[in-house]
């Protein structure tokens, strides 16, 4: 059973930085694929930054070049660091991890940017 603790998540105002957590346990962290997602009010989950067990990364264009995933094998975690934060980034954002076609689902944690 692959178990997700996530955390980092609240309120912030626009412009403004936040950095999530997503700590794996259940699993042998270091092989699976691993992705942050989001989940708006009433809008399809999306994917919106990814990074395979080699360490490659990718993006939704909506996010380029403001948020950063990154993992830390040692720790079993996974990290979002979010700059440069807007309104429509509001959302639940969930930890997945990925082994195969099988797809584990952390929580979810609220991310609210406004002032």
């Known amino acids: 059973q692959v178990q997700f603790v996530e955390s980092g998540g609240g309120l912030v105002q626009p412009g403004g930085s936040l950095r999530l957590s997503c700590a794996v346990s259940?699993?042998?962290?270091?092989?699976?694929?691993m992705g942050w997602y989001r989940q708006a009010p009433g809008k399809a989950r999306e994917l919106v930054a990814g990074?395979?067990?080699?360490?490659?990364?990718n993006y939704a264009d909506s996010v380029k070049g403001r948020f950063t995933i990154s993992r830390d094998n040692a720790k079993n975690t996974l990290y979002l660091q979010m700059n440069s934060l807007k309104p429509e980034d509001t959302a639940v954002y969930y930890c997945?991890?990925?082994?195969?076609?099988?797809?584990?689902w952390g929580q979810g944690t609220q991310i609210t940017v406004s002032s």
């Open positions: 990074i395979t067990s080699s360490a490659s990364t």
């Open positions: 997945s991890a990925q082994l195969g076609n099988v797809h584990y």
């Open positions: 259940g699993g042998i962290f270091s092989i699976f694929g």
